[in-house]
Nanobody, 125 residues
Framework: VQLQAFGGGLVQAGGSLRLSCTAS????????MAWFRQAPGKEREFVAA????????SYADAVKGRFTISRNNGYSVLWLQMTNLKFEDTAVYYCAADRSSTTPLERYASDYDFWGQGTQVTVSS
């Protein structure tokens, strides 16, 4: 699976952005997906995950209620809708695929097998 993330940019605090992640191959619908982020000087951290069918979702406490993860298996696309953005949301955001696709949804970066190249999100205060 090859992943490509895009949609990042510069936004003011309180604003919104939608990140997209496209996937190659015919196995997208069989794979749990997730978003992670990494701020300068910090470790990569879990943001949100979604099961292969889209029926189960998981969020980090820091983004719960503000971010929404979704997917369209027909088009092999993963999204992350981000609202009410805060300065601390500034980071490079990565989409990732979990080949084992077990439940519960994984929250550790080491459990994900495939990664997109990352897209920068910068929130100005």
């Amino acid at each position: 699976v090859q992943l490509q993330a895009f949609g990042g940019g510069l936004v003011q605090a309180g604003g919104s952005l939608r990140l997209s992640c496209t996937a190659s191959g015919r196995t997208f619908s069989l794979i749990n997906m997730a978003w992670f982020r990494q701020a300068p000087g910090k470790e990569r951290e879990f943001v949100a995950a979604i099961s292969r069918g889209g029926g189960t979702k998981s969020y980090a406490d820091a983004v719960k209620g503000r971010f929404t993860i979704s997917r369209n298996n027909g088009y092999s696309v993963l999204w992350l809708q981000m609202t009410n953005l805060k300065f601390e949301d500034t980071a490079v955001y990565y989409c990732a695929a979990d080949r084992s696709s077990t439940t519960p949804l994984e929250r550790y970066a080491s459990d994900y097998d495939f990664w997109g190249q990352g897209t920068q999100v910068t929130v100005s205060s």
